[in-house]
């Protein structure tokens, strides 16, 4: 029986790169995104399942539990990867921007997750990530409610892991550090990113990690060699 994987955030950057390399192995994917446009690269390929929605939406999330339920009966790996950024002196941020960096980067994969964990519990085995950044070890200026959700993942993440355990479920909060991906696009004031890691390069770790027997990836740090 094929193993089945969510994939939130899954339409760029790491989520694509994690998608197609689950596809190379022969998963089955869900994968969710708000723009049905950036999906195209997996059109008529039958092992995937597109989600189209706002992630944040109860609406959203129940779509792709019922997914995992009716059609496939079991979840293998959740991937939580949607998320935004921030880069701004703290007293420039809106309580639109907050409401919205704490519901996408936060609230969202604890209620993703929830609805999830039941069947992992059921069924008694399962690994769930948490697509963090070192931003969740490390604070740095401007990044106040960006650090302020990643930290708050970590907590999460730990916590879950003592009952998840109990459960054969295994618990990865993953923190990459600087990626080219799409996340910095609307920024006001972009990163240099050429000596960020490549996508395609952390997804491979990423991939690689679910796919270990035996053992709890916990925590994991990717950092790039230029500083």
């Known amino acids: 029986m094929k193993k089945v994987v969510v994939v939130t955030g899954g339409s760029s950057g790491i989520g694509k790169e ?21 999906f195209k690269d997996f059109e008529g390929n039958e092992n ?6 706002d992630l944040t939406k109860e609406e959203t999330q129940n779509k792709i539990k019922e997914l995992v339920e009716t059609k496939y009966k079991r979840l293998d790996i959740l991937v939580n990867n949607a998320g935004i950024i921030y880069l701004q002196p703290f007293l420039e941020n809106t309580k639109e921007q907050v409401d919205k960096i704490i519901d996408i980067n936060l609230k969202t ?23 963090n950044s070192t931003a969740g070890k490390e604070a740095k200026p401007n990044h106040t409610m960006y650090n302020a959700t990643k930290f708050g993942l970590v907590g999460f993440a730990t916590s879950l ?14 923190h990459p550090g600087g990626v ?19 996508a395609n390069k952390v997804a491979e770790v990423l991939v ?14 990717l950092t790039r060699m230029t500083s």
């Not at 197609?20 to 969710?32: A, E, M, N, P, W």
């Not at 604890?110 to 990530?129: A, D, N, R, W």
């Open 180 to 198: 080219k991906t799409a996340l910095y696009d609307n920024l006001k004031v972009k990163p240099d990113v050429s000596g960020f890691m490549e």
């Open 208 to 221: 690689y990690l679910t796919e270990t027997e035996g053992l709890s990836p916990d925590e994991i740090v």
């Open 18 to 38: 994690v998608v197609k390399l689950y596809l190379q192995k022969g998963y089955s994917v869900i994968v969710s995104g708000q723009t049905e446009a950036k």
């Open 161 to 174: 892991r003592g009952e998840a355990k109990k459960n054969n479920i295994r618990v990865t909060s993953f």
């Open 48 to 53: 995937v399942d597109v989600v189209v929605g």
């Open 109 to 131: 994969p604890m209620l993703l997750t929830q609805k999830l964990f039941s069947i992992m519990v059921k069924q008694q085995f399962g690994h769930i990530v948490f697509v």
